[in-house]
Structure formats: structure tokens, C-alpha cells
């Protein structure tokens, strides 16, 4: 079981602005630990899209963007596209249980 | 190109162990750790352990310890992982990823392909 929730799914027409929700505790986000996000298309391994927090590697377009605040992080798509439609799951660090890295429960992004 | 490239497709009786490899190529395999993860079938990714190139460090999820154990050959650039006492939960698609960074948290900016593992009598 994930320390790290997300919402199963969001939804957006093309053209609008989603958010995707990383809710931890004070053992992970909240004690400072970098946030990271990654998109995985249907039968592929996960691609990183965005790290430390609000960092995009090279490639990755500018519709893509994080932030992070207390104990929760968002991953916001503006401009959704069809290619946007994905699973996406957000990582961290969580400091119990002997120290080691968790992942969000990941949400599905559907373009209507 | 930097890239890991995953053994092949496994199926293992309960009770078996099986070991996937992962080889290295594009970049100073000695410089950034192998870090592993699962994911079983319609769910979610599961961090299972991150190792140092050449292993001096490692770090596995709890849930794992005993069972799970990770290698690394420095000659070949090539990382391993065997799981033993193979159960059916354990069927999932097993990837190696890079971490970009040798401390705990970093973020994986390179994947391999994965390889699944099936567990069924």
C-alpha cells in the first residue's frame, strides 16, 4: 500500500488544464524529500517528466510543470493533448520503514 | 545512446527463483546506481531496492528483504536481480532504472525495457 495517494483518474477535453494531486505525510513530502512524476503510455516502461520538484528534462514540453507545498505535490498538463492520455505516478522518499523510495498510486489522464 | 536493455520473458513454477539481467551501455556504468521496480499486472510501480555499481551500498524495500537480491557485474556493466521462493503475486513486469543521482530519492532518468515474470503451476 502506496504512502503516497493520488486521485485514480482526471479527465479534460483537448486544449483544457488538468492537475494531478501527490498527497503525502511528514515522512516523505512534508520532510522535504524531491518529488518526481513520470508518464507511462500503455504497455511502455515509465518516462520521467518532470524532477526535483519543478524540473523538466530536456525533451519534455513546457505544457508539463510541478509543484510541491507541505505535504503534497501537483503535476499540472495545460494544452491537453491526445498523446497526453496516460498513467502518471509521482515518487519520493519516505524516511520510515528503514528508509526507501515509495510511488504514488498513480492516475489515469483520459482526453475526452 | 544511453540505454538498459533487459533480459528476456521468464515463467516460474511457485517456489522457483528467477534472475533478470540488465546491461548498461551509453554511459560510465561505475557512475550512478541500478535501482528496481515492479508492476504487477493493472496496478501501480513498486520501488524494490537501489545498489550502488559496485554494490557497496544497497537498499531494499522491507517488504523484499530475504527474498530479493541485487548484484552488479562492473565488467560487463550489467546489473542483476533474482527473486527467490517465487509466489503468484510476485507475476509482474520488472524494470531496472537509472537513478540520476547517488542519494535516496532520486529521481530514475533511464529505464530499461522490462521483462515479465509470470509465476504459474
Known amino acids: 500500500q502506496s504512502v503516497l495517494t493520488q486521485p485514480p483518474s482526471v479527465s479534460g477535453a483537448p486544449g483544457q488544464r488538468v492537475t494531478i494531486s501527490c498527497t503525502g505525510s511528514?515522512?516523505?513530502?512534508?520532510?522535504?524529500?524531491?518529488v518526481h512524476w513520470y508518464q507511462q503510455l500503455p504497455g511502455t516502461a515509465p518516462k520521467l517528466l518532470i524532477y526535483g520538484n519543478n524540473n523538466r528534462p530536456s525533451g519534455v514540453p513546457d505544457r508539463f510543470s510541478g509543484s510541491k507545498s507541505g505535504t503534497s505535490a501537483s503535476l499540472a498538463i495545460t494544452g491537453l493533448q491526445a498523446e497526453d492520455e496516460a498513467d502518471y505516478y509521482c515518487?519520493?522518499?519516505?524516511?520510515?520503514?528503514?528508509?526507501?523510495?515509495?510511488f504514488g498510486t498513480g492516475t489515469k489522464v483520459t482526453v475526452l | 545512446q544511453v540505454q538498459l536493455v533487459q533480459s528476456g520473458a521468464e515463467v516460474k513454477k511457485p517456489g522457483a527463483s528467477v534472475k533478470v539481467s540488465c546491461k548498461a551501455s551509453?554511459?560510465?556504468?561505475?557512475?550512478?546506481?541500478i535501482s528496481w521496480v515492479r508492476q504487477a499486472p493493472g496496478q501501480g510501480l513498486e520501488w524494490m531496492g537501489w545498489t550502488s555499481a559496485n554494490n557497496d551500498y544497497t537498499n531494499y524495500a522491507q517488504s523484499l528483504q530475504g527474498r530479493f537480491t541485487m548484484t552488479t557485474d562492473t565488467s560487463t556493466s550489467t546489473a542483476y536481480m533474482e527473486l527467490r521462493s517465487l509466489r503468484s503475486d510476485d507475476t509482474a513486469v520488472y524494470y531496472c532504472a537509472r537513478p540520476g543521482m547517488a542519494v535516496p530519492g532520486s529521481s530514475m532518468d533511464v529505464w530499461g525495457q522490462g521483462t515479465t515474470v509470470t509465476v504459474s503451476s
Open positions: 511528514s515522512s516523505n513530502i512534508g520532510a522535504g524529500y524531491d
Open positions: 551509453g554511459y560510465t556504468f561505475t557512475s550512478y546506481g
Open positions: 515518487q519520493s522518499f519516505d524516511s520510515g520503514l528503514s528508509g526507501s523510495d515509495v
